[in-house]
Each structure stands twice: as structure tokens, then as C-alpha cells.
């Protein structure tokens, strides 16, 4: 898969996107990392320039109540809606049903194993070879964890 | 076959409309090998092609940023095509030469797409030349190309750029280098980034006289600019605009063209894996091999 792994908002910590986007690329994935302080805006221009199939977004700063919620609906409104989004970071259990509503297909947080992520994607490239969407537009609710 | 062409004449009508979303998908099909025959046109030929190329962690993509910017001032449409090598174990890549251009993501000006060799640095080629061409033929009339940083003997992209810079910097440490044959000749200019640290003049004086010995015919201009301070930027785009490529060069970008379109059969060849096989176990020769491929 070709994949966009983003550092939306203000936080300056990365090295959790960066050791994901590693990992990412061990498992024979295409990773574009686009470094630091990326908006909504820029961070879907990315995936477009990019045709990537995947956005992972890595957020500590607690913003990404605002954030997620803008970046997904601009990768819809922009004919992105088969773009898989996934996050990483600090995203407080109250608030995972919120971005799952949003059209986000997993989310993983401290602790997490990069053999699941690696699986998680797996299961959803089957998913699309199967015909079934896993994009941030899908309606059918489909989630990882 | 025949539905996909369709497909990639669909978006090549809409991508030279100016839609952004199936320019970028466009670019995914010739990537993956899929060939589409352009029309002709006259906005095609107005797009200069600049390589930059230069050994990993000399400041190439923070120079690009810089480029992007100066074009972008001057109403153009700049287009980056980054390449940065894949695994060759797991064909696997970390492509990150975005975050070092800010001025990458900075409007509808600028288009950045960053590429992997797809463990195939010489089958990259042959796609590579369709995706400039249909850049081209949308509008994009500024293309850069980066390449993986190179060794001396990276040669490839005088296969595709109309003007190629060469960027050096100040902390590597073998001046030696600089002496030896390869790209250095076939740059148009040659940049010494990080001006502002002093190694750098020194490198500069040391290029310029290896460069000066081979008698100075068609020697490439050595200037220092800083990407980081956005210095000495200007006067290098002028004397890249400005520079006559020379004659000689046309022949080897024929040659290189050529050598790239040979690489890339080899490695579409369905029998390529099976011939590895064959080599691995020792059943045929290295010459065997390449003659059943060539057939």
C-alpha cells in the first residue's frame, strides 16, 4: 500500500510516527512521512499528490477532537472517500467512538504491537480486493479495533 | 488492457483540465508501467526538465524547497518528482524527501510526488519518462526531478533533465572525489550547499580546480548558495536559465534513454524471475541468461 503517515497540529514529537513509518516500510509498504506541523489542508493535499491509499495520523497534543474531524471530512469532500485513515497517538478512550464516527478504521494507542498495525492493513487490503470499500467515506461502519 | 487505456486516456483529458485528483491518479498508472500515447501538442515541449541530483544528505531536497519557491514567484507550475530508493528484501520504502520542502503542500502551483525504484533503480526509467511527459502535457511547464543520492557513476537522469545540477556540501570529507569522472561532467552547474559553514569554500576551490584542468571547455559554473538561509539562491536559478547546454550532451541523453528503455524490458521480462532462479542454482551462465532474456 502506498501510505501517508502525518503529524497534524501543533505537537513536535514524532519519533512514535516515525518508528510506525518504519515499521511500515519493513512490512513492504510505501510510506510517505510528511514531517512536523501539517494542517488539514496541506495533509489532504498530500494524500491527493501522493494517491495514497492510507492516512495514519499521529497526534499527541489532545487536538485531535478538532483535527480528525476536519481532515476527514476534506479527504470526502475532496472525492477522497476511499482513502483508509487510521490513528495513532494520545486519543483518550472516551473519544474513540467520536472518531470512529468520523469514517477513521483503527486506532492505536501507547503500547500498541506493529505486527498488529501490519495486520490491520492486511485485513484491509483483503478488504478491498474483495470489493469492499474501507475508506474514511464508507458508511458500512467497518473498524479494526 | 483495453479498459485501462480508456481509463488513463479519462484522467489524462480531465488531469489536463486541471483536475488535480486525476492528474495524481494518472501518475499511478504510468507508474505502475501502464504506457499511454500522448497527443501532440505545443505546450509539451515548453517544460524544462531539471535533475538534481548529488550524494545523500547534501541538502538536495531543501534546495528543491528553494527552487519551488523562486518558480512559484514568478507565476510558474512547478512539479517534483522525488525518487528515494526501496528495500530491495521487501520492496518496502520510506519516502520522506517531502519534509525537508516546505514549500512542498504550498498551493495549487506546486505538485509533489514522491516515487520508489520499486527495487529496480534502472526500471523506474521508463515510467519516469511518461510521467514527465504527461506533466508536461497538463501544463506543469517547471519539472524537477530528484534522484537518490548518487555515486559517481549515476548517470541516469541526464536521460531525462534538460539541465541537471550537481549539488555538493562542505562536510563530506574526500575532495578526492571531485576528481574523478562521472556526473560532474555532465552538470550544467554545480552547487555547493551550506555556504555557511567555511568548509564549504574550500570545497567550492577544490571543484573548480578539478574542473579547470580538464581544460575548461563546457566546465560547469561552481557556485555556493545556503538552502537553508535561502541564500545565493537567485543568482544560481539565473545561471541555470541562462547556461547552453552543449551539443554533446544531446548524444548521451539519446544513449542514457536508450540504456534505460533496455533496463526497464529486462526487468518487465516475464521470465526475469525464473532466469534468476536458473542463475541462482547455476544450471545457466550470466551470458545465457541475458541472451534468453534479450530473445
Same mark, same amino acid.
Given at each position: 500500500m502506498k501510505i501517508v503517515m502525518a503529524k497534524p497540529g501543533l505537537d513536535g514529537h514524532d519519533r512514535g510516527a516515525k518508528v510506525i513509518a518504519r515499521s511500515l516500510r519493513d512490512g513492504g509498504h510505501e510510506v510517505v512521512y510528511t514531517g512536523l506541523r501539517r494542517t488539514p489542508e496541506q495533509i489532504s493535499r498530500i494524500v491527493m499528490d501522493e494517491d495514497a491509499n492510507a492516512l495514519g495520523l499521529s497526534t499527541l497534543s489532545g487536538a485531535h477532537d478538532v483535527l480528525i474531524p476536519r481532515i476527514c471530512k476534506l479527504l470526502k469532500d475532496t472525492g477522497m472517500g476511499d482513502v483508509m485513515v487510521f490513528l495513532g497517538g494520545i486519543i483518550p478512550e472516551r473519544d474513540h467512538e467520536k472518531m470512529f464516527s468520523h469514517g477513521v478504521r483503527a486506532i492505536f494507542g501507547p503500547g500498541s504491537r506493529t505486527e498488529d498495525i501490519l495486520s490491520f492493513l492486511d485485513d484491509a487490503e483483503s478488504r478491498t480486493d474483495l470489493g469492499k470499500s474501507v475508506g474514511v467515506g464508507n458508511e458500512d461502519g467497518w473498524r479494526w479495533n | 488492457m483495453a479498459l485501462e487505456l480508456t481509463t488513463a486516456k479519462i484522467l489524462l483529458k480531465s488531469a489536463s483540465n486541471g483536475n488535480r485528483r486525476d492528474l495524481s491518479k494518472l501518475l499511478t498508472l504510468l507508474e505502475s508501467g501502464e504506457k499511454i500515447n500522448l497527443p501532440i501538442s505545443d =505546450? $509539451? =515541449?515548453n517544460s524544462t526538465v531539471l535533475g538534481v541530483t548529488g550524494p545523500p544528505g547534501v541538502g538536495k531536497s531543501t534546495l528543491i524547497g528553494r527552487i519551488i519557491n523562486y518558480w512559484k514567484e514568478m507565476n510558474q507550475k512547478v512539479a517534483v518528482l522525488a525518487i528515494d530508493p526501496s528495500s530491495p528484501r521487501t520492496g518496502g520504502a520510506l519516502l520522506g524527501d517531502r519534509v525537508r520542502m516546505d514549500s512542498a503542500d504550498s498551493g495549487d502551483s506546486v505538485f509533489v510526488r514522491s516515487l520508489s525504484t520499486r527495487g529496480h533503480p534502472g526500471g523506474i526509467s521508463s515510467s519516469l519518462m511518461a510521467m514527465i511527459n504527461a506533466l508536461s502535457y497538463c501544463g506543469w511547464n517547471k519539472i524537477v526531478i530528484e534522484t537518490v543520492g548518487s555515486g559517481q557513476n549515476e548517470i541516469k537522469i541526464a536521460a531525462f533533465a534538460d539541465k541537471i545540477i550537481l549539488v555538493d556540501g562542505p562536510d563530506r570529507g574526500d575532495i578526492i572525489q571531485a576528481e574523478k569522472a562521472g556526473i560532474i561532467e555532465l552538470a550544467d552547474i554545480v552547487v555547493v550547499n551550506?555556504?555557511?559553514?567555511? $568548509?564549504s569554500i574550500k570545497v567550492a576551490d577544490s571543484i573548480r580546480s578539478a574542473l579547470s584542468l580538464g581544460g575548461g571547455m563546457d566546465a560547469p559554473e561552481v557556485v555556493l548558495v545556503s538552502a537553508e538561509r535561502n541564500e545565493g539562491i537567485v543568482e544560481m536559478m539565473r545561471i541555470i536559465e541562462d547556461c547552453k547546454t552543449p551539443k554533446w550532451r544531446d548524444r548521451i541523453k539519446i544513449k542514457e534513454r536508450l540504456i534505460s528503455l533496455w533496463d526497464s524490458r529486462l526487468l518487465s521480462s516475464p521470465k526475469i524471475n525464473g532466469i534468476i532462479d536458473d542463475l541462482e542454482t547455476g544450471s545457466i551462465s550470466l551470458n545465457d541468461a541475458l541472451d534468453e532474456l534479450a530473445r
Open positions: - | =505546450s $509539451a =515541449s551550506k555556504s555557511d559553514m567555511p $568548509a
